[in-house]
């Protein structure tokens, strides 16, 4: 009894102390979007990371160490270098990531899989000290089965992120003569987006794909809807799906699918007057599907569908069968606060500020998040949605290897995007090289090929730097429909000494209309950066940005059959070391194009663009 009495304290302090300093979280069920399989639980939270500068991570074990020395405790999602301008920061580097969990008791799953949002770039993942999968790659999201994981107590996932940006990357890195890297965008290292733990049961979805297409406005809609379910278990089994769409029912039957085999399964369905999905009524249809096995669901998946339809005809966009001319903003889903791994309500405030600027489209270098294309499909705005396939040299695109992975890269884009009314179309692409030639003719050739049939409802783009020397490149581009120009006449020297004033843009969108008559043709970009009250001829001043942008629009407005115009960018971002962007007085790293400043202040031109916007964007009824 004595005794009894002496060790009870020490035993329940040994109970409140974790095998490591940082405890094992219970995920809970629930994700930052809704549509997709359900069963996620999002391991948000506190996360251990460490910086491995020297690159010994590996070497030392830090997948299987149980010291938190040397680590801290981060937010997941995160990314390390945020703030910091130097080279170094730019260039890459390793950074390490572990999180303690345990799976949520009221779970019986029989599987589970790591669902990974977005990390930048190379990942190589370790669950309970043991390797089970890697990803190269940002912005499109990921999953790896979590192989050894324990039913019970604490199970420990270590992450490895390699941000170092290679050549054959996209972004591809580039150096300069001085050695400081360039690039587009800001590097930001890390897990940018969360992180789930996805229940699987019996089977997994593969692909899901619903697909309404109609011929003209009020036509009746037909939905296509095709599921790939691959077995994640070792027997065969009897299994059926069935869904709704809107009110209707839909089966896509019953098919026995093989011990770790993939079944597809499909259906279609009339719907006669559909409410159709526009800017101005983005009616959407709530879609779910559940499968069985032998009458007990094993897997549920939700999204929310759109009928509408994108073409292009006589050299234009049309939606739902009427012209399109809209207009929008190029942005990157970034904070001052947060960098890439920004939280829904910053994903809000962009998109509401783009509808308070009266801008209907949304266009970045890599897809959105998935929350942002729900906005979007929700609020009746337009995607540009593009790979980052940006600015890639023609030596390295002439190695077919890379523009396989550029395929690869669209593959999955499609792949994670394809049931958002808001996708206008797949962009292939932004300003592949000043150098127009058969290595850039492969690359598009082969890429709008696969887009087209992966996706026939969609029409495929690229965005271009309106340079003269580009001008009239139409066997180049003649497998696309719709060309992006990213128009900066009057703001940068041209390249090479050509006159690339503004006075010459009205000229030059007119001899692309005639190079590309049956081609829908869009302004993708227009900007100027602004920084300080000042003159309004000195580059840099909000009044040059003003007069700027009010010849811009006076010009592109006279051209009607445009199909588009995007400003770029409806904010600024950090960019890289020595960024000047053409400002004779710059603020690197920070690009000012932006229309509202790093700390959030509208600038003078926000309101020029807002009344040219909502006086000339033009969408169907
Ligand atoms: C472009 C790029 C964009 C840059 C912009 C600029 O054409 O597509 O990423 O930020 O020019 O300001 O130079």
Redesign the pocket.
Known sequence: MVRLRFLLPLFALLLCVPSSAHAADKPNEQALYQDGPQGRYLLDGDWLFRKDDADQGINQRWMRTTSTAGWNTVKVPNVWNLGDASNESMAGGIGWYRKDFELPSADSALAWAFRFESVNYRTRVWLNGKPIGENTGAYIPFEIQAAGLKRKGTNRLVVRVDSKRLDRDFPPARTNADGVPSG??WNYSGIQREVYLKKLDTVDFQRVQVRPEIDCGTCDATVRMNINLRNVTNRGQRVSITGKFGDRKVNLGTKSLGPKGIAAFSDSIRISNPKLWSPQTPNLYDVSFTVRVDGKKVAGYDLHSGVRSIKVSQGRLFLNGAPLNVRGMGLHEESKAAGFAIDNARREELVNLTREAGGTVLRT?YPFHPYTHELADRLGLLIWEEIPV?SVSTAVLKEPSVRRLAVHELERMIGANENHASVMLWSIG??LSSQPGPVQVAYIDSAVKFAKEMDPTRPVGL?V?AYPSSLCQATQYKSLDVIGF?N?FGWYPGPSGQIFDRTKLSGYLDAVRACYPDKALMVT?F?AEANRDGPIEEKGTWAFQQDWINYQMNVMNTKPWLSGVVY??LNEFW?RPGWE?GNPRPAAPI?Q?GLVTYDGVKKPAFFDIQRWFKATNQFPP
Do not use: I
């Open positions: 587009g965008w270098h940006y932004n300003e965005a730097a990213n900066y970009e900007g770029w960018a960019v962007g690009h194009k």
